[in-house]
């Protein structure tokens, strides 16, 4: 049975305009994603690779275009929709970890479920669970400066991924760690993707986390230059 396609676009496109300056910064993607499939988009720097991962997740508003995502046309939703929509069905993982430092690790996993409306109970239980997961075993009460890299990452992808959501977008998910850490995390990734059959698109620049992809997206100029099948090495 063949899987469902659950990230569609069609033409889309974003226009950054200064006013003094009109910058192209995606000019016409079309773009499908199957279910359950890890897809790496790649390309040099200024390429349009975030600005692509932003339109598609609903952190920003693309200029032109659809995009589709389980069947449900995202820009036509409302603001509030979208928010929601957002929080339970997609997770998120960027370079910098993003966790905010006043809280605990603990606390930090399960703040995605709160905000979505979860009893506080079951928030925790979930993000206790998923703190062992990521083999962070004694680490659930310390802050996030009291760990190192590589731990911060395991903590930003189990806060990522305790909605379950059906897609986790990754924004240079190791760009902020050394080699031997990065293939640690990219083992977790392609584990998480492969037993909970959940969808990954990753912008990167490394060539060892496109080489571990389903698939390759390399970009160039606001466009898609070539899409190539690479079967990954997970």
Same mark, same amino acid.
């Given at each position: 049975?063949?899987?469902?396609?659950?990230?569609?676009?069609?033409?889309?496109?974003? =226009?950054?305009?200064?006013?003094?300056?009109?910058?192209?910064?995606?000019?016409?993607?079309?773009?499908?994603?199957?279910?359950?499939?890890?897809?790496?988009?790649?390309?040099?720097? %200024?390429?349009?690779? +975030?600005?692509?991962?932003?339109?598609?997740?609903?952190?920003?508003?693309?200029?032109?275009?659809?995009?589709?995502?389980?069947?449900?046309?995202?820009?036509?939703?409302?603001?509030?929709? &979208?928010?929601?929509? &957002?929080?339970?069905?997609?997770?998120?993982?960027?370079?910098?970890?993003?966790?905010?430092?006043? #809280?605990?690790?603990?606390?930090?996993?399960?703040?995605?479920? #709160?905000?979505?409306?979860? /009893?506080?109970?079951?928030?925790?239980?979930?993000? #206790?669970?998923?703190?062992?997961?990521?083999? !962070?075993?004694?680490?659930?009460?310390?802050?996030?400066?009291?760990?190192?890299?590589?731990?911060?990452?395991?903590?930003?992808?189990?806060?990522? !991924?305790?909605?379950?959501?059906?897609?986790?977008?990754?924004?240079?998910? +190791? %760009?902020? #760690?050394?080699?031997? +850490?990065?293939?640690?995390?990219?083992? =977790?990734?392609?584990?998480?993707?492969?037993?909970?059959?959940? +969808?990954?698109?990753?912008?990167?620049?490394?060539?060892?986390?496109?080489?571990?992809?389903?698939?390759?997206?390399?970009? &160039?100029?606001?466009?898609?230059?070539?899409?190539?099948?690479?079967?990954?090495? /997970?």
């Amino acid at each position: 049975m063949s899987k469902q396609i659950v990230i569609h676009t069609e033409e889309l496109k974003k =226009v950054y305009d200064t006013g003094e300056v009109k910058v192209d910064a995606l000019r016409g993607i079309n773009f499908d994603v199957k279910e359950g499939e890890m897809v790496a988009v790649m390309g040099p720097s %200024g390429c349009g690779k +975030t600005t692509l991962l932003n339109c598609l997740s609903g952190i920003d508003e693309p200029s032109d275009g659809k995009v589709v995502l389980q069947g449900k046309s995202l820009y036509d939703m409302s603001d509030r929709q &979208r928010t929601n929509f &957002r929080a339970l069905s997609m997770g998120f993982i960027f370079q910098f970890f993003n966790l905010l430092p006043v #809280l605990s690790v603990v606390e930090n996993v399960e703040l995605p479920m #709160l905000v979505a409306g979860s /009893k506080p109970r079951d928030a925790r239980k979930k993000a #206790l669970e998923l703190v062992e997961l990521m083999g !962070l075993e004694g680490q659930a009460n310390k802050r996030p400066a009291e760990l190192s890299g590589g731990q911060q990452q395991r903590v930003a992808i189990a806060r990522a !991924l305790v909605n379950d959501p059906a897609i986790v977008w990754c924004d240079e998910p +190791t %760009g902020n #760690l050394d080699s031997e +850490t990065a293939d640690e995390i990219m083992d =977790v990734l392609c584990r998480l993707n492969k037993e909970h059959n959940q +969808t990954f698109v990753l912008v990167t620049h490394a060539s060892e986390v496109g080489d571990r992809a389903d698939r390759i997206v390399k970009m &160039r100029d606001g466009l898609i230059e070539d899409n190539v099948n690479n079967g990954g090495s /997970k």
